[in-house]
């Protein structure tokens, strides 16, 4: 069996081969990390599962050297250990590979599965024995290629396997693998979960973070839930259903702890404020389609790469659509780019602000009238009256809390950030408000502010797509509820189905057939 | 454990225009060379006689040593725009050496005050992390300024002493060939064959993939820098040696030929592919290219040569454009 314990092991579980304990890491005051531990046993897959923000990620650079730690410690096969670098941790035995193969591409495929380690014939590389090494090494992994070739003309999926490859090397104790089959064709899944198996059963440890319910479970033995910032489960795999797994990632009480004011009925005859048919985009979005009327709160849910942000950026045309149409108020939306989606009234309040959105240096002031510019001004010479004019409407509306409208965004808090972006949409007189995560990374108190506005803007005859991958932000916030998966509608909850429980056995669903079955690394 | 097997190959999927196009990229300077030496030789009488390839040769091989330093900034996805400035401070601070001290100091002092002052590009640009289009634009101007204390603002001018053993290392047509062509053997064994080569070509092709893959970034691009400075200085040096003395003026605008020879060899400007061959092409273009101008001596005369050189490197970076765009389509 590929997940047998290490052989001439002590009987019973074999000894960690890295336990990680009290991890705690901050960026810029923000909590990334509270006390997160981490165990790992050789020839054990370990899931490291969470929704965005997580932590996952932070916790996986910890572990491979990238970032340092504020607090807790790592110990390697019993030993505390500290690493300044990646480098430090790749020689400690702790390899890992990325969802986007971090090698060369126009280097040959021998060169950079030696790189930095090449075999040496008095003083010059012996390219000979690096080509023949190369192509021996890549045949243990599946791959039948020309090694002397660019990189780049391999398949994603070979190349994908020529990092792991490389990663593992001779003696990596631990592999950790952050969602390696993001962009890998299925049979290419196939030929990975075969070699992860290997590696487990030569002893190896290895980290396997994915948002793929059905690889998880047909790969992993271990599993650990992070959900902000902190551990909140640990164990077997095999014991936790797949919608208690759902129910610890999306988290907190899943109670309807707050209800919807009285909802407004939408208006039969009118056409919806946005209608979306058919939309499309490669690899992401297959075919979605909805209405969202004038009043009303449509919640978009689904978890990690469903497809529920790429949904909304594709409505505004921030993200090219490869199929579908768009309609405001009955009129398709023809040109489809964000400007023009901005003048039929369609905006999108971005997942990302501060990449996406907030410029930080900048003024409250000059962050609210960005976007409205072209309508404050006259013959291109903006009036500062005006400017003045709309800035405090929206800070008193949206309750903005700031020392002044020239205090610098980067100095407010994430709910009033998050505000600060709203009144840039709002003082365009949008129809239809796209919100993608509009309360993440925001504290408890702020966060029922800005739902609680959000209401009041739906109460005032906006329409409003709801993003978000809050179970009870969804629930509490939505009229009705659509939910994806892997790019597809699979569900969509009126009425009395918007309820936690519906949500979460919708979003537990199982369409796709679990991958890798059938190639228990066994075919030999 | 036999897996599936992943052929996974996208040559199947290139076409042959794509292979071909992907060919003249890294051969396309060689073919044009090739292509107008014949031409040259058949239509242009005395083109191909012992002393005009001499000439095309020996005149220029020193200053094609910048074009080799530079091939390996270019391949991190640096620039060096100092190397035409340290090519003139290498000249006199040889000439200047050798006057007072003799040949070892005239050679030695270029090669140190070249390392130097490479190195402090090197570390501006890797460790501090600024600009190398800045820090080498500022080299430029400093060596410049430097030269100018040398020579008392150029009004003296230092001469290597006749009879000098230093003087042999520039006479002749053979000498300076070959111990240009040396250098660039040893340049490509440096980039193919070594540990520093493999990591300069990876930093161009994905600087962040190096760094987590553990390669030595910072140091490796500190030291394309301290190369480039050193030959540049070396060239210089030599060049005075075939001169016999130190010109404070010579090597304005050498960076930018350096830097069309190599994009024109199908160095990537950006990084990352190139080779010290393409190089050897992209030089010897450019200078059958003046040479052919200059003998046609038609009423342009030499004054068409920079033109034909623009045109010469527009056409190569467009190219590249071309097929890099074509690439990414695939």
Same mark, same amino acid.
């Given at each position: 069996?590929?997940?047998?314990?290490?052989?001439?092991?002590?009987?019973?579980?074999?000894?960690?081969?890295?336990?990680?304990?009290?991890?705690?890491?901050?960026?810029?005051?923000?909590?990334?990390?509270?006390?997160?531990?981490?165990?790992?046993?050789?020839?054990?897959?370990?899931?490291?599962?969470?929704?965005?923000?997580?932590?996952?990620?932070?916790?996986?650079?910890?572990?491979?050297?990238?970032?340092?730690?504020?607090?807790?410690?790592?110990?390697?096969?019993?030993?505390?250990?500290?690493?300044?670098?990646?480098?430090?941790?790749?020689?400690?035995?702790?390899?890992?590979?990325?969802?986007?193969?971090?090698?060369?591409?126009?280097?040959?495929?021998?060169?950079?599965?030696?790189?930095?380690?090449?075999?040496?014939?008095?003083?010059?590389?012996?390219?000979?024995?690096?080509?023949?090494?190369?192509?021996?090494?890549?045949?243990?992994?599946?791959?039948?290629?020309?090694?002397?070739?660019?990189?780049?003309?391999?398949?994603?999926?070979?190349?994908?396997?020529?990092?792991?490859?490389?990663?593992?090397?001779?003696?990596?104790?631990?592999?950790?693998?952050?969602?390696?089959?993001?962009?890998?064709?299925?049979?290419?899944?196939?030929?990975?979960?075969?070699?992860?198996?290997?590696?487990?059963?030569?002893?190896?440890?290895?980290?396997?973070?994915?948002?793929?319910?059905?690889?998880?479970?047909?790969?992993?033995?271990?599993?650990?839930?992070?959900?902000?910032?902190?551990?909140?489960?640990?164990?077997?795999?095999?014991?936790?259903?797949?919608?208690?797994?759902?129910?610890?990632?999306?988290?907190?009480?899943?109670?309807?702890?707050?209800?919807?004011?009285?909802?407004?009925?939408?208006?039969?005859?009118?056409?919806?404020?946005?209608?979306?048919?058919?939309?499309?985009?490669?690899?992401?979005?297959?075919?979605?389609?909805?209405?969202?009327?004038?009043?009303?709160?449509?919640?978009?849910?689904?978890?990690?790469?469903?497809?529920?942000?790429?949904?909304?950026?594709?409505?505004?045309?921030?993200?090219?659509?490869?199929?579908?149409?768009?309609?405001?108020?009955?009129?398709?939306?023809?040109?489809?780019?964000?400007?023009?989606?901005?003048?039929?009234?369609?905006?999108?309040?971005?997942?990302?602000?501060?990449?996406?959105?907030?410029?930080?240096?900048?003024?409250?002031?000059?962050?609210?009238?960005?976007?409205?510019?072209?309508?404050?001004?006259?013959?291109?010479?903006?009036?500062?009256?005006?400017?003045?004019?709309?800035?405090?409407?929206?800070?008193?509306?949206?309750?903005?809390?700031?020392?002044?409208?020239?205090?610098?965004?980067?100095?407010?808090?994430?709910?009033?950030?998050?505000?600060?972006?709203?009144?840039?949409?709002?003082?365009?007189?949008?129809?239809?408000?796209?919100?993608?995560?509009?309360?993440?990374?925001?504290?408890?108190?702020?966060?029922?502010?800005?739902?609680?506005?959000?209401?009041?803007?739906?109460?005032?005859?906006?329409?409003?797509?709801?993003?978000?991958?809050?179970?009870?932000?969804?629930?509490?916030?939505?009229?009705?509820?659509?939910?994806?998966?892997?790019?597809?509608?699979?569900?969509?909850?009126?009425?009395?189905?918007?309820?936690?429980?519906?949500?979460?056995?919708?979003?537990?669903?199982?369409?796709?057939?679990?991958?890798?079955?059938?190639?228990?690394?066994?075919?030999? | 454990?036999?897996?599936?097997?992943?052929?996974?190959?996208?040559?199947?999927?290139?076409?042959?225009?794509?292979?071909?196009?992907?060919?003249?990229?890294?051969?396309?300077?060689?073919?044009?060379?090739?292509?107008?030496?014949?031409?040259?030789?058949?239509?242009?009488?005395?083109?191909?006689?012992?002393?005009?390839?001499?000439?095309?040769?020996?005149?220029?091989?020193?200053?094609?040593?910048?074009?080799?330093?530079?091939?390996?900034?270019?391949?991190?996805?640096?620039?060096?725009?100092?190397?035409?400035?340290?090519?003139?401070?290498?000249?006199?601070?040889?000439?200047?050496?050798?006057?007072?001290?003799?040949?070892?100091?005239?050679?030695?002092?270029?090669?140190?005050?070249?390392?130097?002052?490479?190195?402090?590009?090197?570390?501006?640009?890797?460790?501090?992390?600024?600009?190398?289009?800045?820090?080498?634009? #500022? !080299?430029? @101007? %400093? /060596?410049?300024? =430097?030269?100018?204390? +040398? &020579?008392?603002? *150029?009004?003296?001018?230092? $001469?290597?002493?006749?009879?000098?053993?230093?003087?042999?290392?520039?006479?002749?047509?053979?000498?300076?060939?070959?111990?240009?062509?040396?250098?660039?053997?040893?340049?490509?064994?440096?980039?193919?064959?070594?540990?520093?080569?493999?990591?300069?070509?990876?930093?161009?092709?994905?600087?962040?993939?190096?760094?987590?893959?553990?390669?030595?970034?910072?140091?490796?691009?500190?030291?394309?820098?301290?190369?480039?400075?050193?030959?540049?200085?070396? #060239? !210089?040096? @030599? %060049? /005075?040696?075939? =001169?016999?003395?130190? +010109? &404070?003026?010579? *090597?304005?605008?050498?960076? $930018?030929?350096?830097?069309?020879?190599?994009?024109?060899?199908?160095?990537?400007?950006?990084?990352?592919?190139?080779?010290?061959?393409?190089?050897?092409?992209?030089?010897?273009?450019?200078?059958?290219?003046?040479?052919?101008?200059?003998?046609?001596?038609?009423?342009?005369?030499?004054?068409?040569?920079?033109?034909?050189?623009?045109?010469?490197?527009?056409?190569?970076?467009?190219?590249?454009?071309?097929?890099?765009?074509?690439?990414?389509?695939?």
């Amino acid at each position: 069996m590929a997940q047998a314990e290490r052989p001439g092991g002590p009987a019973g579980r074999p000894a960690p081969v890295l336990v990680a304990t009290g991890i705690d890491k901050g960026f810029a005051g923000v909590h990334a990390l509270r006390g997160v531990g981490l165990t790992l046993r050789p020839g054990r897959v370990h899931a490291l599962v969470g929704e965005n923000g997580a932590g996952k990620s932070t916790l996986i650079k910890v572990l491979t050297g990238v970032h340092r730690p504020d607090a807790g410690k790592l110990e390697l096969g019993g030993s505390e250990r500290e690493f300044r670098t990646p480098l430090e941790a790749q020689r400690a035995g702790i390899a890992s590979i990325h969802q986007e193969v971090n090698l060369v591409p126009m280097m040959s495929v021998a060169r950079n599965l030696h790189l930095g380690r090449e075999p040496r014939r008095r003083g010059l590389l012996d390219l000979r024995r690096m080509n023949r090494e190369a192509a021996e090494v890549l045949r243990r992994y599946g791959v039948d290629a020309d090694v002397t070739r660019p990189l780049r003309e391999l398949g994603l999926g070979a190349q994908q396997m020529v990092a792991l490859a490389r990663a593992a090397g001779v003696d990596a104790e631990v592999v950790v693998m952050d969602e390696p089959t993001s962009s890998l064709e299925p049979h290419e899944v196939d030929t990975l979960f075969a070699v992860v198996r290997d590696l487990t059963a030569r002893g190896t440890a290895v980290v396997y973070v994915s948002h793929r319910m059905d690889e998880l479970y047909a790969l992993c033995q271990d599993v650990t839930v992070l959900r902000d910032g902190r551990g909140v489960h640990t164990g077997p795999l095999a014991d936790l259903p797949r919608r208690e797994l759902v129910g610890l990632m999306l988290g907190r009480t899943l109670v309807a702890a707050r209800e919807r004011p009285a909802r407004h009925t939408p208006d039969a005859d009118a056409p919806p404020a946005l209608r979306a048919r058919g939309l499309t985009v490669r690899h992401r979005v297959h075919g979605v389609g909805f209405d969202v009327h004038r009043g009303e709160v449509l919640g978009l849910g689904g978890l990690l790469g469903s497809g529920r942000s790429e949904t909304a950026k594709a409505v505004v045309g921030a993200l090219g659509a490869d199929a579908g149409r768009v309609e405001v108020d009955g009129r398709e939306l023809t040109r489809r780019s964000p400007a023009a989606a901005i003048r039929a009234g369609v905006v999108l309040l971005p997942e990302d602000r501060k990449a996406e959105g907030l410029l930080p240096g900048r003024s409250v002031r000059e962050n609210i009238v960005l976007a409205a510019l072209p309508r404050l001004s006259r013959a291109g010479i903006v009036s500062r009256a005006r400017q003045d004019e709309v800035v405090e409407r929206f800070v008193a509306r949206l309750r903005i809390k700031a020392a002044s409208p020239e205090q610098k965004v980067a100095d407010l808090s994430g709910g009033n950030q998050q505000k600060v972006l709203l009144a840039r949409w709002l003082c365009l007189a949008p129809k239809v408000l796209l919100l993608d995560e509009p309360t993440r990374g925001i504290d408890v108190g702020a966060r029922a502010e800005v739902q609680a506005l959000i209401d009041e803007l739906a109460a005032d005859g906006l329409g409003v797509l709801l993003v978000s991958s809050d179970a009870e932000e969804l629930i509490a916030g939505s009229d009705r509820v659509l939910v994806l998966k892997d790019g597809t509608p699979v569900d969509e909850l009126t009425g009395e189905r918007v309820h936690a429980d519906a949500l979460l056995a919708a979003l537990a669903h199982e369409t796709r057939p679990p991958a890798g079955d059938g190639t228990n690394g066994a075919q030999r | 454990m036999s897996p599936t097997v992943l052929t996974a190959d996208r040559r199947s999927a290139e076409s042959p225009a794509e292979r071909l196009a992907a060919r003249i990229q890294r051969h396309g300077a060689l073919t044009v060379l090739a292509l107008l030496v014949l031409l040259a030789s058949a239509f242009s009488p005395g083109f191909a006689s012992t002393d005009n390839l001499g000439a095309i040769l020996g005149n220029n091989a020193f200053v094609w040593l910048l074009a080799l330093g530079l091939t390996f900034v270019v391949l991190t996805g640096g620039i060096d725009l100092s190397v035409g400035s340290m090519y003139a401070l290498g000249g006199v601070l040889a000439a200047w050496a050798a006057e007072r001290y003799g040949t070892w100091a005239a050679l030695l002092l270029p090669l140190a005050v070249g390392a130097a002052w490479g190195c402090v590009h090197g570390l501006l640009v890797a460790r501090a992390r600024t600009a190398p289009f800045i820090v080498t634009l #500022a !080299g430029l @101007l %400093g /060596a410049r300024g =430097l030269l100018q204390l +040398v &020579t008392d603002e *150029g009004a003296t001018t230092h $001469l290597v002493p006749p009879g000098s053993a230093f003087r042999a290392l520039g006479e002749g047509t053979w000498t300076p060939v070959l111990v240009s062509a040396a250098l660039f053997g040893l340049g490509a064994l440096l980039l193919t064959r070594t540990r520093f080569g493999a990591t300069t070509t990876a930093i161009g092709g994905n600087e962040h993939a190096a760094t987590l893959m553990g390669l030595p970034v910072a140091r490796t691009k500190t030291l394309v820098y301290v190369l480039s400075a050193t030959l540049a200085c070396a #060239a !210089g040096a @030599l %060049g /005075a040696a075939r =001169l016999g003395s130190g +010109v &404070t003026t010579v *090597g304005v605008g050498y960076e $930018l030929t350096a830097i069309a020879s190599v994009v024109i060899g199908g160095t990537l400007l950006t990084g990352g592919s190139g080779s010290v061959g393409g190089t050897v092409a992209g030089v010897l273009l450019l200078s059958v290219v003046h040479n052919l101008i200059d003998r046609s001596a038609s009423q342009y005369g030499s004054a068409v040569t920079d033109t034909v050189n623009g045109a010469f490197l527009a056409a190569v970076v467009l190219a590249q454009a071309l097929l890099d765009r074509g690439r990414r389509d695939e």
